[in-house]
């Protein structure tokens, strides 16, 4: 990583071993990529009160520290989407073999995904947590009817 004579002497440093100021973009170069490309170190606070740097990176040049932000918050809000529609709708667990069938279980997953987006609000609770709560409710719902099954006396 980094400029363009060392790039070009094949020196390579890592990303812990180079000093970076926070929300101060350099262009370097990576390793195995054959454009320069923008880096720019953000630190920030976790809830827990420990502190969390993350390194964004562009290949767009001209982007200036806080369109950085801007335009990861839009990018990772498009990655929960997609995770969210994968492991809560159970989207990447179609066993389908037809368009026909293709399309329904894909309609089926969106719909239970914009379900999700709707309870996450009245509810107060992310994706993962509502999948979670009523995972445990239908579970719960099952035990009750074997135990009832299992008291049920035939004549």
Not at 30 to 46: A, D, Q, R, S
Not at 55 to 76: A, D, G, I, M, S
Not at 100 to 106: C, D, G, I, M
Request: net charge positive; glycine share 4%.
């Amino acid at each position: 990583m980094f400029g363009t004579e060392d790039r070009n002497k094949g020196k390579w440093s890592s990303l812990d071993k180079v000093s970076i100021r926070a929300e101060h973009p350099v262009e370097i170069w990576l390793k195995g990529l054959e454009i320069p490309v923008l880096l720019c170190k953000h630190v920030f606070t976790n809830k827990d009160g420990s502190r969390g740097e993350m390194y964004l990176v562009t290949n767009n040049l001209e982007l200036r520290p806080e369109e950085f932000k801007t335009l990861y918050k839009r990018r990772w809000s498009v990655e929960e989407y997609h995770k969210s529609l994968k492991q809560n709708a159970s989207l990447a667990k179609s066993p389908t073999r037809t368009v026909r069938t293709q399309s329904n279980h894909l309609f089926a997953s969106l719909l239970a995904y914009i379900k999700l987006e709707s309870l996450k609000f009245s509810q107060s609770l992310n994706h993962f947590a509502l999948k979670a709560k009523i995972y445990l409710a239908a579970n719960k719902a099952a035990w009750r009817e074997l135990d009832n099954m299992k008291n049920y006396k035939t004549a």
